[in-house]
């Protein structure tokens, strides 16, 4: 197993009536030419809880920082004009606390921070994860 050292949380930059999930992103992200899904879990709307690439594989989600971390995905994170926009659903938020919960206990010291903590031109996605998970 590879060494995680980062929890890194993103939005799909899609609006809240967009009810997508991991075989759309699937598909989007085989079009930029990547092996599928950069993400390791996707959180839909619902709060159903998708896997993405396995663990164990390095994703694609944060540039200079897929090789030690795990990227998770909401659903969501813009209005329906493309503005970011914290649109996170409550089941989301429990669904994703869950599942921090569990990777912090198999990953242990691991960071949870989101994906415009590592890359100041981003707004991903589209609230402050430190302050939500740590506060
Ligand atoms: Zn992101």
């Not at 997508?20 to 930029?32: L, N, Q, T, Y």
């Not at 649109?87 to 691991?110: I, M, P, V």
């Amino acid at each position: 197993m590879r060494k995680i050292e980062k929890i890194i949380i993103h939005c799909t930059a899609t609006p809240p009536e967009s009810n997508i999930g991991v075989s759309e992103i699937d598909a989007w992200h085989k079009e930029k030419g990547w092996k599928g899904c950069g993400y390791h879990y996707v959180i839909k709307r619902d709060g159903e809880i998708q896997k993405g690439r396995r663990v164990e594989e390095i994703g694609a989600h944060t540039k200079g920082f897929n090789a030690k971390s795990i990227g998770i995905a909401l659903v969501g994170g813009v209005d329906k004009n493309g503005k970011a926009k914290d649109t996170k659903t409550k089941k989301q938020e429990e669904s994703l606390r869950a599942l921090l919960g569990e990777l912090l206990r198999e990953f242990e010291g691991a960071v949870v921070l989101g994906h415009r903590d590592l890359d100041k031109n981003k707004e991903c996605p589209s609230f402050d994860v430190k302050e939500w998970f740590y506060a």
